[in-house]
């Protein structure tokens, strides 16, 4: 059976990665790294983001090394 390459695609953070709507955040990030197996997050410059913002990066991060899937930043935080 011959190996096919995994699914690359893009999660796009809003203006706004806070606690106001880090659960609506979560469920997005976590449905589109199901479907691929590498995902990169882009936020933008300007973009709010609190404590939960990492957290929720941070999470992400660790269900992808447990999925087999890679997940990495478009560019430094």
Do not use: Y
């Amino acid at each position: 059976m011959p190996q096919t390459e995994p699914v690359e695609a893009q999660f796009c953070f809003g203006d706004n990665i806070t606690i106001r709507n880090i659960s609506d955040l979560k469920d997005d990030l976590l449905g589109h790294l199901t479907l691929a197996g590498r995902l990169t997050l882009v936020i933008d410059d300007d973009a709010l983001v609190d404590l939960s913002g990492v957290q929720l990066i941070v999470a992400a991060q660790a269900f992808a090394r447990r999925e087999g899937k890679a997940l990495r930043l478009a560019r430094p935080a």
